[in-house]
């Protein structure tokens, strides 16, 4: 690293503990250390830190969990670079992104040099800082080439570090998908996940001679829309194969236990496989593109459970902890017990959880306020259950594909509006009077439907009781965003309480301390 230089931090002013936390950090590096994980509240100003630390490297990519994110780090810090994925930049040689352009196949005209996607690549590759979402990254750099190795690697939302990792070696596929790619091959029997291994064995030659034969036609025609069509589905060709040869060779290795599981959706029947682990795949996929790596989260909670996930030596990482500033008394978390939301008794209680709901509506008529469902069906019986006179304060969506329209219809509407989402734990930021109420319905447990989570939690209990905790407190960290900030969460599921009891050790000092009981007096 760089000397240390005032210049680098982007503010006029330290935050308190900011200027602490980057001292401490290069000290760690400057000591040997290869990863510093820096635990630091909402507000507490985690990107300042990034920043300084990245312009202070030789060379430094920032990595963060949604495109937003992105643009957010851009808009504060200009002289950061930005790169997203392909989709995200126009074509110039036809009316498509660069995701789907002929170039994909080695077709250049005169206009591509002024290509938007290359072109902002190119200042990402030259720049001393640039920032891209895990998607990409991981993509980029494993795959595509084009950028080399840097000396600092910064993970925004670190948290999220193991699910990123899973989503990009997991591997799906349906016969529906296989027919529109000109492969005629059923799905085998299920008889066992070793026929599973063996069918993707014996699929890849296809995909191969399909991904050549549809390359020969876009040199004919990459043009017109069946040619667009093409490079799409040569896209989805490459990108299959490359999984499937990760998941072949680390399933013969030993290395890594998959599951494999069968679903059925609006495509059909589909084969799925996720490693019950991803921390074998972490340094040659993650970690490995950089010297050193900063690992900054709001919820990193248990850090030995947090480390194993991704298979960090301990004696390699410096943890920093930084405690929160905000007073405890203007983000007060409630437990108002209402409704055991078990399997057992969800069907039971969820009139006591709407009744409750609709209670802290009228406790707070004039106020925007945030529902964290934690799944569909108790926001669907919510929205459908409450009385009259509040339900038309709700904005809610049904699918994942309405939650970005219901969002901005939340935070653009003038009126005292309700979100009632199962799905923004994390991301958004309900500043102000955007959120001064919001309410946790039930204790959010990773779903144990899913085989993976179900071997991950046989395997590591203490991973299923950190995922939880970590989800409650990314929920939490939705509405108070300043120290002068100010909402109120309230805990309606009654297993809360025993919940909150047994995960001491785990949870942050400074969530702990703004926890109270409801007086209904």
């Not at 060379?59 to 670079?81: C, E, I």
């Amino acid at each position: 690293m760089n000397p240390a230089s005032a210049s680098h931090f982007p503010f006029p002013e330290y935050r308190e503990g900011q200027r602490e936390t980057i001292d401490r950090a290069r000290d760690a590096f400057a000591a040997g250390k290869r990863f510093v994980v820096v635990e630091a509240p909402t507000g507490s100003g985690k990107s300042a830190v990034a920043v300084t630390l990245a312009r202070e490297a030789s060379s430094a990519f920032v990595v963060t969990a949604q495109k937003v994110l992105q643009d957010q780090y851009v808009r504060d810090f200009p002289d950061l670079a930005i790169m997203k994925g392909r989709s995200n930049y126009p074509c110039l040689v036809v009316p498509t992104n660069a995701a789907s352009a002929p170039c994909i196949v080695g077709k250049r005209y005169s206009v591509c040099d002024e290509c938007p996607y290359f072109t902002a690549k190119d200042v990402a590759i030259q720049a001393n800082v640039a920032t891209m979402n895990y998607a990409y990254f991981l993509a980029e750099l494993n795959y595509a080439g084009g950028f080399q190795g840097r000396e600092l690697l910064v993970l925004d939302e670190a948290h999220n570090a193991e699910a990123m990792l899973m989503s990009f070696v997991q591997v799906s596929v349906n016969e529906a998908q296989l027919r529109r790619a000109g492969i005629d091959r059923a799905l085998p029997p299920d008889l066992g996940p070793e026929l599973a291994f063996e069918f993707v064995e014996e699929l890849m030659p296809e995909l191969k001679r399909r991904s050549k034969a549809v390359e020969l036609e876009l040199q004919v025609d990459s043009a017109s829309e069946s040619g667009m069509q093409n490079l799409r589905l040569k896209q989805w060709l490459d990108s299959h194969l490359e999984r499937s040869r990760l998941l072949l060779e680390s399933h013969e290795s030993g290395d890594i236990d998959w599951v494999v599981e069968r679903t059925r959706g609006d495509m059909g029947q589909s084969l799925g496989f996720k490693p019950v682990e991803v921390a074998r795949f972490a340094d040659e996929l993650l970690f490995g593109h950089a010297e050193r790596v900063l690992m900054l989260s709001a919820t990193i909670l248990d850090a030995g459970t947090y480390l194993r996930s991704l298979g960090i030596d301990e004696d390699e990482v410096e943890v920093i902890t930084v405690p929160s500033t905000f007073p405890a008394s203007r983000r007060p978390v409630v437990l108002r017990p209402a409704a055991r939301m078990t399997r057992r008794y969800i069907d039971r209680d969820l009139p006591l959880l709407a009744a409750a709901i609709a209670d802290l509506a009228a406790e707070h008529p004039y106020e925007k306020g945030v529902i964290h469902a934690h799944s569909y069906k108790i926001a669907s019986f919510i929205a459908k259950n409450l009385p009259e006179r509040h339900r038309g304060r709700i904005v809610t969506h049904h699918a994942a594909d309405g939650r970005d329209d219901a969002l901005t219809q939340h935070l653009s509407s003038p009126e005292p509006t309700i979100l009632l989402t199962p799905s923004m734990t994390e991301g958004i930021d309900l500043v102000g009077d955007l959120a001064r109420w919001q309410v946790l319905c039930k204790v959010p447990y990773p779903f144990l439907g899913d085989p993976q989570v179900a071997a991950r939690m046989q395997r590591d209990p203490d991973w299923y009781d950190w995922r939880t905790c970590l989800s409650m407190v990314q929920a939490y960290g939705r509405s108070v965003r300043s120290a002068d900030d100010h909402a109120v969460t309230y805990l309606l599921d009654a297993d809360f309480t025993v919940f909150l009891r047994r995960q001491r050790h785990r949870l942050p000092e400074w969530f702990l301390e703004a926890v109270e009981v409801y007086d209904r007096d």
